[in-house]
């Protein structure tokens, strides 16, 4: 059986693991559960891009050498993914010495589409990103992720030759050979395309001294960009293995600001070195901060880790993947987010312990989970429309809170416990059956209920899953 193949981005690692990185695990770990609900094998890869001009100059500032900087670092976002409950099979750093070969027989590979010539336009060092003429005047020559001004360059460069595949790159995005989430995003790139010149995938040694060199050519190394794309399949081992039982990815996740490297330059790569294109692109959205981007200059950046702390991993899961588009931007306020918590506690919480004491009572035993089909979930998640495929389960939720208010067991019980017992038992097989997608979201929490409610005696938990402050 074909292995499924999910990718993240790989974040560069000058900084600490934030908001936009928490997204793209999040997602790519959701996606991979309910993959493998469905019964399919699935390998699900993460790594970090560890090369570049901003990583060496973060290091220097620092005061230690750049490999032990990505390695102190690396290790950071290795722990961060753990403590998000994702579970990845394959890790890559971009300074491992297979991943630079592997990049190096690439660019050969790609040879016949690549050729030297004289740059001189626009760059943005934070994004690693050369820009146009016209993307430079429209933002008035400021960055607008990063606000600070483009870097005037010219110097000589290894090009490739985008030209070679823009109208198949756009044929393939067009009937969705290479499907792109959403609709929006696939139609602004397509206006992009349109303009999109060949690519300048090298820069002077003298000006990045991080990097792999070119082959052939020690005074150049690679843009780290193409440096970056390649760990999609170096990881799986190309071109050292034949990778046709994994590759092409059925869906890589990536944030909508690096979408145009993954649907231009990426599928430009794979077509040079005749491989298949990913079958889709999801491209989800900004995490906001009261309404604004979050900017260290601002000082609106929140860590992931400051709200990990204060719940705990369940709530942090609960508030990201329902409550934040997977799509489009969303916002982030404490307020929001003990609004999140409390409504976990009121209405998971409750329901599971108001649900268990009454069994104790009545003498119900454990039940089995039981798979119920639920085509309108699939629906939504077929179409990566998570928050929305939550928000059916946690309508079932309530629906189950409601059920118990108006049947009234315990009143029942009085009168008819045969008729109480029968009412509870369908109301935990319902819970299970529940919990049993739940788990695609909350692992950790679903986990607990189906130990509460298939073991041989229902007893509540001694403290409340979500205990109130």
Known sequence: MKESYITTAIPYVNGNPHLGHAMDYLLADTLRRYMMYCGKKVRLQAGTD????????????????????????????????????????????????????????????????IYKDSYEGWYCEGCENFVTDK??????????????????????????????????IRDAIESDELKITPTFRKKEFLNLLKDMPDVSISRPKEQVEWGIPVPGDESQVMYVWIDALANYI???????????????????????????????????????????????????GFITVNGEKMSKSIGNVVDP?????????????????RHASTTEDSDFTWYKYEASYNELANDLGN???RLATLCKKNAVTGRKVNK??????????QKYEFNFAFDILWDGISELNKRIDTEKPWAVAKEDPAKAKEILEKLVDDLLTIDDRLAL?????????????????????????????
């Open 50 to 113: 560890e090369h570049g001009n901003k990583i060496f100059k973060k290091a220097a500032e620092q005061g230690i050498p750049t490999q032990d900087f990505v390695d102190q670092n690396a290790a950071k976002f290795q722990d961060f993914i753990h403590s998000l409950g994702v579970e990845y099979t394959d890790f890559v750093r971009t300074t491992n010495p297979d991943h630079e070969r592997r990049c190096q027989e690439i660019w050969k590979r790609l040879s016949d589409h």
């Open 372 to 381: 119920v089909a639920n085509a309108d979930f699939d629906s939504r998640m």
């Open 135 to 168: 993307e430079h005047d429209e933002n008035d020559g400021i960055c607008p992720d990063h606000k600070k001004p483009y870097i005037k360059l010219s110097e000589e460069n290894y090009y490739l030759r985008i030209s070679d595949f823009k109208d198949r």
């Open 305 to 321: 880790q400051e709200i990990l702390a204060k719940h705990g991993l369940t709530p942090f899961r609960y508030y990201f993947l």
């Open 441 to 469: 979201f909350l692992p950790d929490c679903a986990k607990q209920i189906e130990e509460i409610f298939t073991a041989s005696e229902i007893t509540p938990p001694a403290t409340p899953l979500f205990p109130k402050n």
């Open 234 to 284: 170096t990881i799986l081992g190309y071109p050292d293995e034949d990778i046709s039982d994994i590759w092409p990815a059925d869906t890589q996740v990536v944030g909508k600001d690096i979408l145009r490297f993954h649907a231009g330059i990426w599928p430009a790569m794979l077509m040079g070195l005749d491989l298949p294109l990913s079958h889709n692109l999801l491209a989800h």
């Open 351 to 353: 329901l599971v312990q």
